[in-house]
Every structure is written in C-alpha cells, then in structure tokens.
Nanobody, 126 residues
C-alpha cells in the first residue's frame, strides 16, 4: 500500500506560481509512474501531468503545456508540480497519483491509477 501526501496548495492571484509536492511512503516509489490530476467543482477529474520512473517520459494536458512542470526525486520519494502563470481556470483540487504501469496510461485512463493522495486545493483569483 502506497500512501501519498500532497502539500503546497493555496490561494494565488492570476499570473502567480505554486509548487505542489507529493511525498510517497513506499520505498518502491521509483518503480511507479507518478501523475497529477485535478477536479474542479461540478466537473470530472482530469489528467494534468505524468512522469515515468526515470523522468525521461513526461506528459501534459494541452492547457498546461509551457506553464506546468512535473518532476520527481526518487531519493526523496517525492514528485513535484511547478505551476507558473496560473489562471482562474486552474482552480481545482489537485491529486497526486501512482501507477504501476507506463506513465502514458494515466494520460487516457483515469482508472490506470493504483493509488491516490487526498488532494490539495489550488485557488487562483482573477
């Protein structure tokens, strides 16, 4: 059982930045692809970004490309999401995710995720 704990959310003005972190409890962290998803009120959970175990393969949803950066530190069993140039439409509850399969699976299949964090709120004011 992998436990994921997110942190770093908050309230920020449009154009600002936030860095989300997700700490994993399991020493097998490096065996997992990691991802970030988000869910706004009244909307379905959607893919944001994913990274494979080595950090070589990275994927983003189109609307965050060039603004968000996903990275991981396997020694610290932590994955990060650097969010720049934030927009009000980025407001959502952001979830960390772990997938025992390829990172690309999470791009198209929410149900590929094996473990979820509890979420951290990001609110962007206009």
């Amino acid at each position: 059982q992998v436990q994921l704990v997110e942190s770093g959310g908050g309230l920020v003005q449009a154009g600002g930045s936030l860095r989300l972190s997700c700490a994993a409890s399991d020493r097998t962290f490096s065996a997992y692809s990691m991802g970030w998803f988000r869910q706004a009120p009244g909307k379905e959970r959607e893919f944001v970004a994913a990274i494979n175990w080595s950090g070589v393969h990275i994927y983003y949803r189109d609307s965050v490309k060039g603004r968000f950066t996903i990275s991981r530190d396997n020694a610290k069993t932590t994955v990060y999401l650097q969010m720049n140039s934030l927009k009000p439409e980025d407001t959502a509850l952001y979830y960390c995710a772990a997938d025992g399969g390829p990172a690309q699976d999470m791009v198209v299949n929410l149900y590929a995720v094996d473990y979820w964090g509890q979420g951290t709120q990001v609110t962007v004011s206009s």
